[in-house]
């Protein structure tokens, strides 16, 4: 059979007009009458919702949003239980959570625009760009009483790499956190504390162990925050509505709420073992950070909060390797380099993945990811929210509340990502 020219430019004309489609996506596409029509099951997806209002009538959590999408049509996207338990204010898919280490990828994203334009190299040592980290020493032997202690030369310095990978040695619990010259928040604060002094704290503590060694997790990305600034010459928030929120349209996303927004953040609970009951956090900080206090702490860590859909238009931008809404945040390889093992072997916890640059990467050996196509890529808060980015399925699955500590956050999360898959029944 003759092929014509006429029929090759028809064919070359679909494919870029389906490439440019996707590039240029806008908005999500509300398919959740209809899931079918992306491959899910309907009465499947019933057995997700099962679940999510059991555990709400179980009080194991107070409320859950979901956010499911497949090659950017929205499968399930929902509301359980309440908003606050006292008030019983039912949740709302528009409800603000605290998203805690979700803000993880938004630094990352917001630093490597700054690698795109040559601003720094992911091998170079961070005292180029950070003086204090420089001669980093890391700590031989301590007491835990007196909190006296030693130290030795680290190996090598700390690069920017091992930042984004959490392999530099700097936890989150660190030995001497007693001390007050070593003394910093970990998450948010109210205290009207700037980045600058806070990194400056977290250099001056020893590390604890080689740069490049583990996988410690911890404060290293509240210093990428910090380098972001310095890079910038502007506040990391600034940053981050000009380079990601505003562009993509998250509207919604923020280190601190403004004042007509207050009343949509979800109030926060603790469970404190699996039968306890849910009651109010006690930690002032953890609850309102967003709404009061001197809210300049802007902790690149853990400390933004904003809706799911919000979020969920940060991973389709990922999933489409780098745009959304019709801007271009990242180039289609530096979303592969961010979202690939980074981490020299290393892996995460007992999950057995490996880190990529701000995110934990599915491998066929995981011991977490479950269905998960290796290669997907996830990474959540330590309130109770989690999200899983799979460019095989072409599908992203969000689901927040904000309950800490809680002892089924693994059962939760994983559960949920189960179900989803479980409805996927026409890849």
């Not at 925050?225 to 990391?236: N, P």
């Not at 609970?269 to 009061?292: C, D, G, P, W």
């Amino acid at each position: 059979m003759k092929n014509h020219p006429q029929s090759r430019l028809a064919t070359y004309l679909l494919l870029l007009f389906f490439s440019f489609s996707i590039a240029a996506q806008s908005s999500f596409v509300d398919a959740t009458a209809t899931p079918e029509k992306a491959g899910f099951s309907t009465e499947r997806l019933g057995k997700l919702d099962d679940f999510l209002q059991g555990l709400v009538d179980d009080e194991v959590i107070p409320n859950a949003v979901t956010f499911v999408a497949r090659r950017g049509q929205i499968i399930h996207h929902k509301a359980y239980g309440h908003r606050d338990i006292a008030s019983k204010a039912p949740a709302k898919t528009d409800d603000i959570f605290r998203i805690a280490s979700q803000t993880k990828a938004l630094v990352t994203v917001a630093l490597l625009t700054f690698y795109e334009e040559g601003k720094f190299l992911p091998e170079d040592p961070i005292e180029k760009y950070l003086p204090e980290f420089a001669q980093p020493r890391v700590l031989d032997t301590h007491d835990p009483e007196s909190l006296e202690f030693t130290t030795r030369p680290a190996s090598r310095s700390i690069t920017v790499r091992d930042l984004m990978t959490h392999t530099a040695g700097i936890p989150y619990d660190h030995p001497l956190a007693g001390r007050p010259e070593f003394d910093v928040p970990y998450f948010a604060s109210l205290k009207p504390l700037q980045l600058e002094e806070v990194i400056k704290k977290i250099a001056a503590r020893p590390l604890i162990h080689d740069p490049g060694t583990k996988f410690t997790y911890g404060l290293n990305t509240d210093i990428l925050g910090r380098l972001v600034e310095v890079l910038s010459g502007q506040k990391l928030n600034e940053v981050l509505s000009e380079r990601i929120f505003e562009p993509i349209g998250m509207k919604d996303s923020y280190f601190f709420l403004p004042a007509d927004k207050h009343n949509r953040l979800v109030s926060l609970y603790s469970k404190l073992t699996a039968e306890a009951q849910l009651t109010v956090h006690e930690n002032e900080t953890y609850r309102n950070f967003a709404t009061s206090g001197a809210q300049t702490y802007l902790s690149g860590g853990a400390g933004s909060v904003g809706t799911i859909e919000d979020y969920a238009k940060f991973c389709q931008m990922l999933l489409n390797r780098g745009s959304f809404n019709g801007q271009r945040i990242l180039a289609p390889k530096t979303v592969d380099m961010m979202t690939s093992p980074r981490s020299n072997g290393q892996t995460v916890w007992n999950r057995r993945d490996p880190y990529g640059y701000g995110v934990q990467v599915i491998s066929p050996d995981s011991h977490y990811g479950d269905q998960a196509t290796p290669g997907s890529y996830t990474w959540g808060g330590m309130y109770l929210s989690e999200y899983t980015i799979d460019p095989t399925e072409e599908l992203v699955m969000l689901l927040y509340t904000n309950v800490h500590p809680i002892p089924q956050y693994s059962e939760v999360v994983r559960k949920f990502r189960i179900l989803v898959y479980a409805a996927l029944v026409d890849p």
